[in-house]
Every structure is written in structure tokens, then in C-alpha cells.
């Protein structure tokens, strides 16, 4: 309890300990969440195939779209397992390139604006043309923002909208996913791009959603050397921004 160099080792120390129980927590929460978003689809697809052999069910074709959905499921999980493992050990590779925010933002709003109109939500772009190019792997990024923008349909009602935003601040080039949804809880976004973390776990159940997609933009998003945050408000909204320094 001291206030010297032996109380500050101390204070590190406990540090240390209490990051690495939390490590340890996560690395067994995430194991089992892998494995029972491997064993819900994989017993889908075991039952069907049971009965179908056995002569319990007829094959059907919504009876193999079934099964279909839930493999592609499956393969949905193991790609991100490999994006984020790939992150971890810093081999992710980015096909860099100029890109310019208005040209990416506008791909993602096409690509989005029919299932934002089936879901009642106006979809727009707002960026400022004139802004400079960014050096980024334009796949990846549609990837990252692509995550953002499905989250944000999921959330935000009838009514609402989702605006893509691009900007500069202090030199810094930055990309913006806003929409007028349910928000998150104030002690949730902390979390938000942990693995596997769901802020709700009920309306996230048989979505077929991994919960890795904010975790995957995070871990793409410092690959490139930028950052992403998020600032919520239950109610009203969210934003996602991204960062890129400059030079990025």
C-alpha cells in the first residue's frame, strides 16, 4: 500500500494480474461461444440428414434450402475465425490502393439501399467531395463498413435513417456510419467490439449472424493503422467513426 517504488511495483503487478484473469475469462468465453455457434447449425443440418436418410422426411427443396443456409452459416464463421486469426498474428494482407471516401461510401449506399427501403430506413451519403484519397485495401474496407451498416439496419426502426458520412478533422480523414436506431446501453459500448460479445443476446439468437463483425472491423480497421469508436445514446442512436491518420 505504500506510495514508493515497491508500491507501484505492487500496483503493476495487480494489474497485470487482473488483465491476464480477464484474458484467460474471454479466451474461455470465446471457446464456448465458438462452440455452440458450430453446434446449432451443425445439429440443424445432423437432424435433417438423419430423417432424411431414414426415411422420416421426404427430401424437399426448402427442406435442402434449410440445410444450405445453415452450411453457409457455418462457412460464414470460419472465414471470420481466420480474418481475426490472421489479424492476431499481424498477416492480414491489404491490397492498398487510393480510394476516395465519396466513391467508397457511395458503393456502399447502392449496395444497401434496397434492403434499407424494405426496411422502411432512408439510407444516405453525406461526404465532402473534395476531400483526399485514402490509401486503403477498398475490399477490407467495404468489409468494415459493410458490418457497420448491417448492425445499423438491424437497429434502427421504420422511420429512421442511416447516414454515411466522410469528413476531415485536423488533417485527419474520417468515415462516419450514424443512424437513429434503438442505441446502446452506456456500460455496453465498452464491450461492443469484444469477440462474440451481443449487447442483446435474444434478438441476436438465429439472426445467423457470427458476432464477430464489429470485432473483424475492429482488428481490419487498426490494420490499416486508423481507429474505430462508437458514441451511443439509448434512444436515439449511434455512431461509428473511423480514423485514419495522416499519411494513411
Known amino acids: ?33 465458438i462452440a455452440h455457434d458450430l453446434r446449432s447449425p451443425l445439429t440443424v443440418i445432423a437432424g435433417y440428414l ?19 443456409a445453415e452450411s453457409q452459416h457455418l462457412l460464414r464463421l470460419v472465414e471470420d475465425l481466420r480474418t481475426l486469426s490472421l489479424a492476431d498474428a499481424g498477416e ?8 476516395s471516401p465519396l466513391a467508397l461510401l457511395e458503393r456502399l449506399g447502392m449496395a444497401y439501399q434496397h434492403q434499407a427501403a424494405q426496411r422502411g430506413v432512408a ?30 439496419l438491424r437497429y434502427t426502426p421504420a422511420g429512421g435513417e442511416i447516414v454515411l458520412g466522410a469528413s476531415s478533422e485536423d488533417s485527419t480523414p474520417r468515415l462516419t456510419v450514424r443512424d437513429t436506431g434503438a ?17 442483446d443476446p435474444a434478438r441476436e439468437e438465429g439472426t445467423g449472424e457470427s458476432g464477430l463483425g464489429l470485432a473483424i472491423a475492429k482488428s481490419i480497421v487498426e490494420a490499416h493503422g486508423g481507429t474505430i469508436r462508437a ?16 499519411g494513411k
Open 1 to 33: 500500500r505504500s506510495r514508493d517504488e515497491l508500491g507501484e511495483l505492487a500496483a503493476a503487478f495487480n494489474q497485470m494480474s487482473a488483465d491476464l484473469a480477464r484474458s484467460n475469462e474471454l479466451r474461455r468465453q470465446m471457446t464456448a461461444d
Open 50 to 68: 438423419e430423417a432424411l436418410r431414414d426415411g422420416v422426411l421426404k427430401p424437399t427443396p426448402a427442406r435442402f434450402d434449410a440445410m444450405h
Open 92 to 99: 492480414l494482407t491489404l491490397n492498398r490502393q487510393a480510394v
Open 123 to 152: 439510407l444516405k451519403v453525406e461526404a465532402v467531395e473534395e476531400l483526399p484519397d485514402l490509401n486503403v485495401d477498398a475490399e477490407r474496407m467495404v468489409q468494415v463498413l459493410g458490418n457497420l451498416i448491417s448492425n445499423a
Open 183 to 199: 442505441g446502446i446501453a452506456p456500460e455496453a459500448v465498452p464491450l461492443i467490439f469484444d469477440r462474440f460479445y451481443r449487447a
Open 231 to 246: 458514441e451511443s445514446v439509448v434512444g436515439q442512436g449511434t455512431t461509428f467513426t473511423i480514423a485514419f491518420p495522416t
